[in-house]
Structure formats: C-alpha cells, structure tokens
C-alpha cells in the first residue's frame, strides 16, 4: 500500500512538473515571437488597431465606435450609434434571436483613463507595440481587449448562421471612466425602450489571478462596494498632506457583511496566509474587534466599515512645477451612500483653500442575484477550459463600473473576464505601461466566442429575480 501511495504522488508530481514545464515552454516561445507572427492572428491585428485609436474622453470616442461598427457590418446585425453630446459616442447592435424577452446584453466601454506619456517606459500609451508576448497601451485590457471579444463573438455567430433562442445585444458606451453621463446612464433614461428584454448584462470586472501562468481562481463580480473620489488641487502640497492627516478614518458603526461577501472572502481565504485568512472567514468576529478591523486592508474592510485612502500629492501636469494634486477615495458598504462622507472632505477642503476640480459617487450600491442560469452558464465556460478552478461570486472595491446603473434598474448585471491577469499586469491598468499577454488574450477571445455561442444555444430563459433556488448552495455553512 506505502509504495502504491508513493507512485501515486510520484506521478502527480512528475505531471505538475511536465505542465509547469509546457507553461515555461509556451512563455519561452511567446517571447521569441516577432510582432509580425503575432499579427498573422486577427484578434491581435485588431486589438493593436483598436488601442492605437486615441478614445481619452471625447477625443476619440467617435472614431473607436465606428471602428467596432464596422467589424459587424454583416447580415442580420441591426447597428447604430448614438451621440448624445459632441464627441461623445456610443455603438448600440443587436443580434436578433427567436425571442425577445431573455435578451443578453454585452457592455463595454469605448473611453479610456488618461495616460501620460512622459511616464511610460516600454511604449508610448497608443502604440499597441508588442514586445515579449505583450501587446502595449491605454485601453488594451481596460477595456478594448473585452470589447474586441464580444464584438468576435456576435460577428462570428452571425457569419455561422446562427439564430440565437434569445436576443444578443451590444453596447459600447461612452464616457465610462469620466463622469458616466453620457453612456448606459443616459441611454437608460432617454432610450428605454431598446432595453426592453434584456435580462442579464455581462460587463467588465470579476477577479482571477494567476500564478505560473495557470489561473488560481475566477471570481465573477455581483457586487461593488459604494465608491466615492474628490479630486482636490492646491498651489502647494502640503495643504493636501494636512487633510489627508486629519480624514484618516471616517468612523461610524459597522455593518453585517452581505452573503455574497461572505462567500467571495472564503473562497479567497483558500489562496491568502494567514492572518488574512483567518479574518475572512470570521468577518462577523473581526468587525466586532477594533484592533483586528483595523488591521484589515481596505479591500476586505470596505465591506465592513466605511473607510478612506489617499493618494500622495503630485505636481499637476505630471513632471511639471505648478499646482498640487490629490485623491481621497471613500469605499463604503453595500448600501451605504459614500456622497455624505464626500460632502464632508470637500467642505473642509474648501476651508483650507483647496479646490475640487470633480467629484464622483456611486450612490449606495446593491447586488445582481447569485446563483442564477446566468452564473452557472459563466462557471460552466471556466470548468471547460481551467478544470478544478474555483469559481465564485467575488465583490469588488476601489472602483465604480457602469453595472451600478443596471443594477439600479433591477437587471443582473456580472462583472466577468474570461482573460486569466496576474496581479503585475492589474496594477497597470489605469498606470504606466497597460498591457495585455497575447497568448491570454486570444484565448480569450475564444472562450468569450464559446460562452456567446453556448447562450445562444440555451433554450432557457434568463429571468429578474432573485436567483435559482434550486442552485444554491448550502448558505447555512457560509
């Protein structure tokens, strides 16, 4: 029986070891790869296109949805844009199905964050250079690279013939990482009617993280953290360090943690140390012990407690003398409006002679349902092509996506990312030198293509309400 067990190990370890082996392979060859050999492969062709159109706010924003309209100029795809103020453009298509009620709606977002290119060391921000496996500049994961791969999937189902059970929409929206005024905000207020249908919304967001090139997990996201920034300037800096002294913590009571977030943190507990780990499993515990609650990063305690994070002041424009700026970002519950705590800062920051340049709140957020078909078709399109990989509902902080006005509006609304990111590359995503690793990428692109085919497929209908008793799990346990 000993030596039984022990080649059993022996195998599994001689396995790992060929897999780790093929990976390191892979990533060998990919570095070797000339951007032309990469080009020979559409999606890259398209993406280095894409990200080479300047969509920084109005700029672009034009030219960008033209440039995906065009990719769906083919039968039976109904498309149009819609500019609801100069510049700012957004690409509404549809994929007739058998059925309109139970539709699927697509987003993504055409503009991208500022890039400053004095600050970028491997490319220029709308280059789309390819060095190493890497595709470089603003837009190539936030989010060109998702939109390129739901734009693929409804062209390629059209090509095929395919008659979805249930209407496919797209939106590529504009001015998501500004203000939100002039996209799904105010196509949902003046436009309503081409909503009509739509069931389930598949937006950006969701977290997996990967090491050794193989994903360790895939978390889909219902739920955001109330999100709130004050962008503040000053002729000097140390007005801004003073107020980020004296608004450390925001203080107030400590809320239950909601039942997506106690799921999500114990699934993550699997893949952090302890302490950390100890702490999200016992979250009720930890908010009702000072020392401990402040000992949690702010990713986790959002959800708990409202609290506040600053940026250090930077000369505005970057590398240049002048004027001082800052950020403080308030994260609060589920729930909970960060807009009083805003309110706030920027009356004491007014006092001190500070100005705020804008100001941005999500209003208090609430969750899309978990389980439901929706999510079980997501977690289905992982398992076929990362076996074994755990897959849950993870809330995010830190940020506010689009999917909080769906969300509003009673429509599931899921954060999902078929692209494996490690958390090198997460960081670069409004930073320095974004990029995206090809090989990633253009698997991607198929297994978003394999998703879309599979729910045009489904005969079952995606439903508003409140999750599908008969697929959750045991919530007692959680």
Same mark, same amino acid.
């Given at each position: 029986m000993r030596r039984r067990c022990a080649a059993v190990v022996l195998a599994a370890i001689a396995a790992l070891s060929c897999h780790r082996r093929t990976a390191e392979d892979l990533e060998s060859q990919d570095r070797l790869r000339s951007p032309e050999e990469w080009l020979?492969?559409?999606?890259?062709?398209?993406?280095?296109?894409? /990200?080479?159109?300047?969509?920084?706010?109005?700029?672009?924003?034009?030219?960008?949805?033209?440039?995906?309209?065009?990719?769906?100029?083919?039968?039976?795809?109904?498309?149009?844009?819609v500019c609801p103020a100069p510049g700012r453009c957004n690409l509404l298509a549809r994929l007739p199905g058998r059925q309109h009620d139970g539709s699927l709606l697509l987003l993504s977002? /055409?503009?991208?964050?500022?890039?400053?290119?004095?600050?970028?060391?491997?490319?220029?921000?709308?280059?789309?250079?390819?060095?190493?496996?890497?595709?470089?500049?603003?837009g190539a994961y936030d989010m060109k690279s998702i939109a390129l791969a739901q734009v693929l999937a409804i062209r390629d189902i059209a090509l095929d013939g395919i008659v979805p059970e249930h209407d496919i929409l797209l939106l590529a929206e504009a001015d998501e990482e500004g203000k939100q005024e002039w996209g799904s905000r105010w196509l949902l207020d003046h436009?309503?009617?081409?909503f009509a249908g739509v069931a389930a919304v598949l937006n950006e967001g969701g977290t997996n993280e990967m090491i050794l090139r193989q994903p360790r997990f895939f978390g889909v996201e219902t739920l955001?953290?109330?999100?709130?920034?004050?962008?503040?300037?000053?002729?000097?800096?140390?007005?801004?360090?003073?107020?980020?002294?004296?608004?450390?913590?925001?203080?107030?009571?400590?809320?239950?943690?909601h039942p997506h977030v106690v799921r999500g943190f114990d699934m993550l507990a699997n893949h952090l140390p302890p302490p950390l780990s100890d702490s999200l499993r016992s979250l009720d515990r930890v908010r009702?012990?000072?020392?401990?609650?402040?000992m949690l990063p702010d990713r986790y305690a959002s959800f708990l407690e409202r609290r506040v994070w600053w940026t250090q002041p930077y000369a505005f424009p970057p590398g240049e003398t002048g004027n001082f700026r800052a950020y403080a970002v308030v994260s609060t519950p589920p729930g909970i409006d960060p807009g009083p705590d805003l309110d706030r800062i920027a009356e004491d920051a007014r006092a001190s002679g500070v100005r705020i340049v804008s100001r941005t709140s999500s209003g208090p957020t609430a969750a899309s349902p978990y389980p439901t078909p929706m999510t079980e078709l997501l977690r289905r399109s992982v398992e076929a092509r990362f076996p074994g990989v755990p897959f849950e509902a993870v809330p995010t902080f830190?940020?506010?996506?689009?999917? /909080?006005?769906?969300r509003r509006r009673g429509i599931p609304t899921y954060g999902f990312s078929p692209i494996p990111f490690n958390i090198t590359d997460a960081a670069r995503r409004h930073g320095n030198d974004e990029r995206i690793y090809l090989r990633d990428f253009i698997e991607g692109v198929e297994a978003y293509r394999d998703l879309v085919a599979d729910f045009a497929a489904s005969p079952e209908t995606l439903s508003r309400d409140r999750g599908d008793p008969t697929l959750a799990r045991?919530?007692?346990a959680q």
């Open positions: 020979r492969s559409e999606p890259v062709r398209l993406l280095r296109a894409y /990200v080479r159109i300047d969509t920084t706010d109005a700029r672009g924003e034009r030219e960008g949805v033209l440039f995906l309209k065009a990719l769906l100029d083919c039968p039976r795809v109904e498309s149009e844009v977002h /055409v503009d991208v964050a500022d890039a400053f290119p004095t600050l970028w060391k491997e490319a220029t921000p709308f280059s789309g250079a390819i060095k190493l496996g890497f595709l470089y500049g603003r436009r309503p009617e081409w955001q953290a109330g999100y709130g920034l004050l962008e503040l300037e000053s002729g000097k800096a140390e007005p801004l360090r003073a107020l980020a002294e004296k608004w450390r913590k925001l203080g107030g009571e400590t809320v239950a943690p009702r012990t000072p020392a401990e609650l402040a830190g940020g506010m996506t689009t999917s /909080v006005e769906f045991n919530e007692s």
